[in-house]
């Protein structure tokens, strides 16, 4: 009951919202109580709330004068949107962009890589998700002394480990593979070289595709780092997101996403605490490295006289990161990527695409990317699938041998791509595991229980919903009624 008299109050908040101040507290809303705030570990200030609530047209008002009005048009254009400081310091409770040393109260934002622009044409390599720099320069000094050396860390690790110099060590090396052997002799290397560090695991992502960021912005001298043009890794929930538009739409659309949350939550009885005993100590969900953000606390039941019954811990982080990884891996939006362990599942996704049918069929051969990533618990934000499953069991991910990365925000959406180590690109078609066919990648809803709840309950709500629906492929396959 709660949950619902919650869902029609915002509701109405969003159908009555008129002043930024209004629309600071329906974000504010979606963010308390969504689950991807946990999964924005780096920065999760601004995860759905866009860094200005002003419309485009009124957006002027924030241009430095050392930024021409041709030059403003084309970035605001593309991936850059002004910085509400006010409003940033009020979700942080602190101004994050000091450091960047700007006096400007609306500075420029490249929302891909979440960089500040300052005044008169200069960057001063300030990101937005400190904490990820803090943890890498702890591990290697040469990041406190190239702080952007941040934005390429995967690739570092890979030529660092397979000893590849390069004048531009900031380039994810790539290899050109024709056969199975070529991936495996590369891997083996990899895999060799990492031996002595036990703790770094490699994990993979196959595309159809090399996505690559807008290449237009790469002849602006205000913003240099864009003459690399670094793949996109942006996840689903801020693909065409708001971008000065109508702000009720884009609230509207993180509502619908919200009730699948509030529908897995129920469906699969998620208890968002654990119980223990007074004599057991509180147990983590998460590693511990993720502790300095994702911060549990417990509340504790007594009797009459004051003794001490049992203690209930809340795993806020834990439970918001599960939440996203449920949605993303059954196609709903979410802010994390989704990764696997295992290359022959990549393979597969690299060399299978969805055609306007919703039917699985091959890719065209040429094109085909998989993506290598060098992870370091302790360092990097990632979890496997089997901790985040849990009791439930759910088959899709365990099939796909899933693990997902978070850090990704609104104010830095393609957090993601920094982390790319290799690229393989697949010019002829590649041997993968016989078993790993449509039918055992997404298994229909006659197999997967959970898939058959979310469409039971997508087509219960109809219109409530829109076209915020799960992903189902087309494999030929009775409809349930």
């Not at 290697?140 to 660092?160: C, E, T, W």
């Not at 056969?179 to 083996?188: M, S, Y």
């Not at 697949?426 to 997967?448: C, F």
Request: proline share 6%; glycine share 6%.
């Amino acid at each position: 009951m709660f949950e619902f008299l919650q869902d029609q109050n915002l509701k109405e908040n969003i159908h009555s919202a008129k002043s930024r101040d209004d629309w600071e507290q329906v974000f504010r809303h979606l963010e308390m109580f969504g689950p991807f705030t946990a999964a924005a570990a780096e920065c999760p200030f601004s995860v759905v709330t866009p860094p200005i609530l002003e419309p485009k047209e009124e957006w002027c008002f924030t241009r430095d004068p050392a930024i021409d009005e041709a030059t403003w048009k084309r970035l605001t254009n593309s991936s850059f949107m002004p910085l509400d400081r006010a409003l940033l310091e009020r979700r942080a409770l602190t101004d994050l962009v000091k450091i960047s040393e700007t006096p400007a109260t609306h500075p420029l934002i490249d929302l891909d890589y979440g960089l500040v622009l300052t005044p008169g044409g200069r960057m001063r390599n300030f990101t937005l998700d400190y904490a990820h720099l803090l943890r890498v320069q702890r591990l290697d000094k040469h990041y406190v002394q190239y702080p952007s050396a941040i934005f390429s860390v995967g690739a570092l690790r890979a030529r660092g480990v397979l000893n590849l110099p390069s004048e531009q060590s900031w380039m994810v090396p790539e290899f050109e593979i024709h056969d199975r052997a070529g991936i495996d002799q590369i891997l083996g290397k990899l895999r060799e070289r990492l031996g002595k560090n036990a703790k770094a695991e490699l994990w993979f992502r196959g595309q159809t595709s090399d996505i690559l960021l807008d290449g237009a912005l790469g002849s602006e001298q205000l913003c240099p780092w864009r003459n690399t043009r670094d793949s996109s890794l942006v996840p689903s929930l801020y693909r065409g997101a708001w971008h000065g538009g109508d702000l009720k739409a884009y609230a509207e659309k993180l509502v619908r996403i919200q009730k699948y949350v509030g529908f897995a939550g129920r469906h699969l009885r998620i208890q968002p605490f654990t119980v223990r005993a007074p004599s057991e100590l509180s147990k983590e969900k998460l590693p511990e490295e993720w502790n300095s953000y994702a911060i549990s606390f417990s509340s504790h039941q007594t009797d009459a006289s004051g003794k001490h019954l049992s203690s209930r811990d809340y795993h806020h982080a834990f439970d918001g990161l599960q939440r996203s990884f449920f949605l993303q891996h059954y196609g709903l939006p979410s802010n994390i990527l989704d990764i696997t362990k295992d290359v022959d599942t990549a393979l597969f996704f690299a060399q299978n695409r969805i055609d306007e049918n919703k039917r699985v069929v091959e890719a065209p051969e040429g094109a085909a990317v998989l993506y290598v990533f060098i992870l370091l618990p302790g360092i990097d934000r990632f979890l496997d699938s089997e901790t985040l499953s849990e009791r439930f069991g759910l088959l899709r991910p365990a099939r796909q041998k899933c693990g997902l990365l978070c850090g990704a925000s609104f104010i830095n959406r393609n957090h993601y791509a920094r982390y790319i180590s290799l690229k393989f690109r697949l010019r002829r078609k590649v041997e993968y595991h016989s078993k790993l066919t449509a039918e055992y990648i997404y298994p229909p809803r006659e197999e997967d229980s959970f898939l058959d709840a979310l469409l039971r309950f997508a087509e219960s709500e109809g219109p409530e919903l829109g076209n915020v629906t799960p992903f189902v492929p087309n494999l030929g396959l009775k409809v349930i009624g």
